[in-house]
C-alpha cells in the first residue's frame, strides 16, 4: 500500500520560471492570462517538491502604459496555481514581478533637444543671431511633436524570459513517502 506525505515549501522560497506567454504593458489587461515554467526541481529536505516542467499560471495585476514624456510604463505579474506533471494543480500565492519599461525622459530630451539644436543651426545659417532663435525653437516644437507622436516604451515580459518569484505563503505538496 503507498502512503503519502506533505513537503512543505516555505514562504519566501523562490522559484525560477521560463515564461511562456508573451506580455506587454501596451496590450495586456488586468487578469489576462500568463503561463510559465518551473526551471528546476524545487526541494524540500533533498527530496523534490515540484519537478522542473511544471507550468505555473498566473494573471495580469497590474498594467500601466506609461507616458511619453515622463511616466514609465508598468507590468505587474502574480502566480496562483502550479500545475504538476500528473495533472495536479495546486494553489499558491506569490509575490508580483513587477516590470519597467525605459524611461522616455531621456530619450524626449534628446529628440526635442537635437531638432532644436538642428533648428538653431540652420536658421543661423539663414537668417543670423535672429534666425537662430526662431529656428531654435521651432526645432525644439518639431522635436516636441516627434516625441508625442511616437511610441510609448512598453513594459514586457517576453517568451522564454527568465524570471524569479517569491512565494508569500508556505505550499505543501503530497508526495510519496519514502
Known amino acids: 500500500m503507498r502512503t503519502f506525505e506533505d513537503l512543505v515549501i516555505p514562504a519566501a522560497a523562490v522559484v ?21 515554467r518551473v526551471l528546476r526541481d524545487i526541494t524540500v ?22 507616458g511619453k514624456l515622463k511616466e514609465r510604463a508598468q507590468l505587474g505579474v502574480r502566480f496562483h496555481t502550479l500545475v504538476l506533471a500528473d495533472g495536479t494543480y495546486l494553489p499558491i500565492q506569490t509575490e508580483s514581478v513587477l516590470r519597467e519599461g525605459e524611461s522616455p525622459t531621456g530619450e524626449s530630451a534628446r529628440k526635442i533637444g537635437g531638432a532644436a539644436a538642428g533648428g538653431a543651426i540652420l ?8 534666425g537662430a532663435i526662431v529656428g531654435g525653437a521651432t526645432g525644439a516644437a518639431g ?6 507622436a511616437g ?12 524570471i524569479t518569484v517569491r512565494l508569500s505563503a508556505p505550499l505543501a505538496v503530497e508526495v510519496e513517502k519514502r
Do not use: F, H
Not at 536658421?123 to 535672429?130: H, M, N, R, S, V
Not at 522635436?143 to 508625442?148: C, I, L, Q, R, Y
Open 143 to 148: 522635436g516636441t511633436a516627434v516625441v508625442v
Open 45 to 66: 529536505e533533498g527530496r523534490t517538491a515540484v519537478a522542473a516542467g511544471a507550468k505555473a499560471i498566473g494573471a495580469v495585476t497590474l498594467v500601466d502604459r506609461g
Open 123 to 130: 536658421g543661423a545659417i539663414l537668417g543670423g543671431k535672429k
Open 16 to 36: 525560477g520560471l521560463q515564461v511562456e506567454t508573451p506580455v506587454s504593458s501596451e496590450r495586456a489587461r488586468i487578469e489576462d492570462r500568463v503561463e510559465a
Open 151 to 162: 511610441d510609448r516604451n512598453p513594459a514586457t515580459l517576453p517568451v522564454g524570459a527568465v
